[in-house]
């Protein structure tokens, strides 16, 4: 019997190894067919796929498991789908004329650019500087008491404003101001534009600072600086264009005021705005965070063409763009608003794929989180106009 048993069980045995082997695929068989990657839909540096950068070492213990982006199953949006994004080798000699003669129109940069753009981190350091011009003072001081603010009390000092604002708004509100004295006649619908520009840039700057503190990067006030300067080119087309208000009315977005620069001028504002810094002699650092601007916009996740740290800087200066976009074009009061899985908004089709490749998906949970939205709020609130 007991013979009997160990016999039943060797062939028990022997079915179960002989089973697993004709299960076991052969050595040389094609592994199953990925899904066809999604082609990059713009025209942007490089074409190797990259790896996933490494997590901020600070935050990587709070982050969220990773999500697969819903653009992994969903198709672009049409206006998405259909947009191919000019830069780079697509710049005709013809195009390059063009945007050359935009920024030849364009008045030199007040000083104060240069310092903006070189640094200026330390609040004693931007008032001191300030302060030293009384007519860029003036300026700052009458538009932080304007209406469009309603402060409780008013500020009245450039240390009260950087206190009160904080550094990056006070950057970017004193940008603003150095552009409007060296401008002589605009009209009000020239004005208006370039109000919302400004605040949309002025709420990527604060943000992006916000952000890259509480994502733990390198150089918060490095990247919040490459925010302010990301809208230009905008200022530019405005400037220079007047036509170009019908771009940046109340409700605009990104995808259609690209979609409508290159039907119908042959460019879009990243070619302006980074030609415009290289002629301004801006660092070029700044110019190439324009030139990349919309490249989460265009790219597939597994397409990008950027690496580590390169890749984070330019996917939340992006989301940092988006945000200011919708504070000064579409008026949201609260961050949570913005929902980074809509794949039904072109400008975000790709972003939550992009944060899940960076490492960065602590944002999803900081949209939610009361402490960062009472601060970013508060940013929203300030420059709401």
């Known amino acids: 019997m007991t013979l009997q048993i160990v016999m039943a069980l060797c062939i028990g ?44 070492q600070n935050t990587a213990a709070h982050l969220p498991e990773q999500e697969a982006p819903l653009s992994d199953t969903h198709s672009p949006p049409e206006m998405l789908g259909t947009l191919r994004l000019l830069g780079g080798d697509d710049i005709s000699d013809r195009i390059r004329a063009d945007i050359d003669a935009v920024c030849g129109v364009m008045p030199d940069p007040h000083p104060i650019h240069r310092q903006l753009a070189s640094g200026l981190d330390s609040p004693e350091e931007l008032a001191e500087i300030v302060a030293s011009d009384a007519g860029l003072t003036a300026s700052l001081l009458r538009n932080v008491n304007s209406a469009a603010f309603s402060l409780a009390s008013p500020i009245i000092s450039i240390r009260h ?37 400004w605040t949309s840039g002025c709420a990527a700057s604060a943000v992006t600072q916000l952000l890259a503190q509480e ?83 265009v790219t597939a996740s597994e397409e990008y063409p950027m690496q580590e740290e390169a890749r984070q800087d330019n996917v939340i200066l992006y989301l940092a763009a988006r945000i200011g976009d919708r504070v000064s074009y579409l008026g949201i009061q609260d961050v949570s608003d913005l929902d980074l899985r809509d794949c039904s908004s072109p400008d975000l089709f790709y972003l939550a794929g992009h944060l899940n490749a960076t490492g960065l998906t602590k944002v999803f949970s900081l949209l939610e989180d009361a402490t960062f939205r009472r601060k970013a709020n508060r940013i929203i609130q300030t420059l709401s106009v």
């Open 13 to 56: 045995a022997a079915a179960v190894a002989l089973w697993s082997l004709f299960r076991r695929p052969r050595t040389g068989s094609k592994p199953q067919a990925d899904a066809p990657s999604r082609a990059r839909r713009g025209a942007v540096t490089g074409n190797s796929p990259t790896r996933s950068a490494p997590l901020p």
């Open 215 to 297: 994502l733990g990067l390198t150089r918060p006030s490095v990247l919040a600086t490459r925010a302010l300067f990301l809208n230009l080119g905008d200022v530019a087309l405005v400037m220079v264009r007047p036509s170009s208000v019908e771009w940046y009315a109340p409700g605009s977005n990104i995808v259609e005021r690209i979609c409508s620069q290159q039907n119908t001028i042959g460019m879009n504002t990243a070619m302006v705005g980074a030609r415009l810094a290289q002629r301004w002699n801006l660092p070029d650092d700044i110019s190439k965070a324009i030139q990349d601007g919309f490249t989460p916009l």
């Open 161 to 197: 404003a950087i206190t009160y604002l904080g550094m990056s708004t006070v950057k970017g509100l004193v940008a603003q101001a150095a552009v409007a004295q060296q401008v002589e006649s605009l009209t009000p619908e020239q004005q208006a534009a370039l109000t919302r520009i």
